[in-house]
């Protein structure tokens, strides 16, 4: 029996804390800090994940076996590397990786790197600082639109811009390279801009074996028909269509493959999520982008979808025994609506009552989300305020119980994308 701490506020943690409950093996599930929807299924604790030493004071009080670490700032600042170094925490499983093997995500240099090391199909690219600003210009200068700028580090999901007109781009390295995503833009990778589909793919790792997630596809702009501005995540759908056992054979073979046997090749040990963002370029997979922890609004849909006991692989992949765990996927399909505020992405308000009907039929994932102070009554506290997902024998049915779910929370300028899966149909 573990008590279980999982850190984050979002619908991917309350998706991993509600999943992770259900298991015989879970005697208790913490969330710090959670949200009205952790809150109801689990227990919430107001604990900011970067604060190493709160989070040391709560595992050691709560007599905590697993720590589950959501987003990927904990990760990127070494909390796992924290954890084992310290006598009274080392006992304890922390899934997720240390910082060194974090770097994937958190510089997109050093993910180039490695998979130019190592063969993994991307885009081909240069990185420049500010020291060689001149030569980035000279290198946009001299590439095709669109230009694909990204900054190195982590910048919430909006460090990547993709632009059609020279000057513009040209511009924006500048603004990168002055400040405008803080020490993330310090170094940008400028890309190659491959035109495909993009899907996500996910696996378990104890850096030696794998087991596959079902695949999904999210969708990042705010307007219908993927226009607007990027935001964290209006919702996603979970199987891909395209994404057949031909295209996974590739991926496998071409991508998760070289990718854990990288890892080991270059001693840097892996326990956690892989998060594989990858585009369909004329059936081929190349990597966009790495991530060391699972995605959202992915999450949302792809989790619902997994039949297994999420707590044991988790536990046997901290043991290094994932190689005796299998993975049972439901053949169903899963949608997952994303409601926001008005405004998201830029500015919105906070603390609109919501009204959620009690005959939802389906799965409500809340992300920014709090409760009054008597406990009773669920008010909106972020952009991204709730995810509802459905499932359904195939994704046009999926589609609609959870856009008539979407119909069944209200709260004041509520938003969501009515064209989720409709590029997949």
């Keep these: 029996m573990l008590n279980i701490l999982v850190l984050g506020s979002g619908g991917r943690e309350h998706t991993l804390a509600w999943k992770l409950a259900q298991s015989p093996l879970a005697k208790k599930v913490y969330v710090a800090p959670g949200n009205a929807g952790t809150g109801f299924d689990c227990t919430n604790v107001e604990i900011n994940p970067n604060d190493f030493k709160e989070v040391k004071r709560f595992v050691l009080e709560a007599d905590i076996q697993l720590v589950l670490v959501g987003?990927?700032?904990?990760?990127?600042?070494?909390?796992?590397?924290?954890?084992?170094a310290d006598p009274l925490l080392k006992h304890v499983f922390v899934f997720g990786p240390k910082q060194q093997a974090a770097q994937l995500e958190s510089s997109k240099d050093f993910a180039k790197e490695f998979m130019m090391r190592h063969d993994v199909p991307t885009a081909a690219y240069q990185s420049f600082t500010v020291e060689?600003?001149?030569?980035?210009?000279?290198?946009?200068?001299?590439?095709?639109?669109?230009?694909?700028?990204?900054?190195?580090?982590?910048?919430?999901?909006?460090?990547?811009?993709?632009?059609d007109d020279q000057e513009e781009a040209i511009d924006a390295l500048n603004e990168m390279f002055s400040g405008k995503f803080g020490a993330a833009g310090n170094t940008v990778v400028i890309e190659e801009f491959l035109s495909g589909i993009e899907l996500s793919v996910f696996v378990i790792t104890d850096g030696k074996d794998y087991l596959l997630l079902p695949e999904a596809k999210d969708y990042k702009r705010i307007g219908e028909g993927d226009t607007g501005l990027n935001?964290?995540?209006?919702?996603?759908?979970?199987?891909?269509?395209?994404?057949?056992?031909?295209?996974?054979?590739?991926?496998?073979?071409?991508?998760?493959?070289?990718?854990?046997?990288?890892?080991?090749?270059?001693?840097?040990p892996y326990l956690g999520f892989i998060f594989f963002g990858l585009i369909n370029v004329a059936g081929d997979p190349y990597v966009i982008e790495y991530n060391v922890r699972m995605g959202d609004p992915e999450t949302e849909s792809v989790i619902p979808r997994v039949q297994s006991d999420l707590t044991e692989i988790i536990y046997k992949s901290c043991l290094g025994k994932l190689s005796e765990c299998r993975i049972e996927i439901s053949d169903q399909s899963a949608a997952?609506?994303?409601?926001?505020?008005?405004?998201?992405?830029?500015?919105?308000?906070?603390?609109?009552?919501?009204?959620?009907?009690?005959?939802?039929?389906?799965?409500?994932f809340h992300a920014g989300t709090k409760y009054d102070e008597e406990g009773k009554s669920v008010y909106t506290s972020g952009g991204r305020v709730i995810a509802l997902t459905a499932l359904g024998n195939d994704l046009p049915s999926a589609l609609k119980s959870a856009y008539e779910m979407a119909e069944k929370v209200q709260f004041q300028k509520k938003y969501y994308r009515s064209d989720l899966g409709k590029d997949l149909l």
């Design 71 to 84: 987003p990927e700032d904990p990760l990127a600042r070494g909390i796992v590397d924290f954890f084992e």
């Design 132 to 163: 060689t600003r001149a030569e980035a210009e000279d290198f946009i200068r001299s590439s095709k639109a669109p230009y694909v700028l990204k900054a190195d580090g982590l910048a919430a999901g909006k460090g990547v811009l993709i632009l």
């Design 231 to 268: 935001t964290g995540g209006m919702g996603s759908v979970s199987p891909v269509p395209f994404a057949d056992e031909a295209f996974m054979k590739k991926v496998r073979a071409r991508v998760i493959n070289p990718t854990v046997e990288g890892l080991s090749k270059d001693g840097i």
């Design 336 to 364: 997952s609506v994303m409601l926001v505020s008005g405004g998201y992405p830029e500015a919105y308000e906070k603390g609109m009552k919501m009204e959620i009907s009690s005959d939802l039929n389906g799965l409500a």
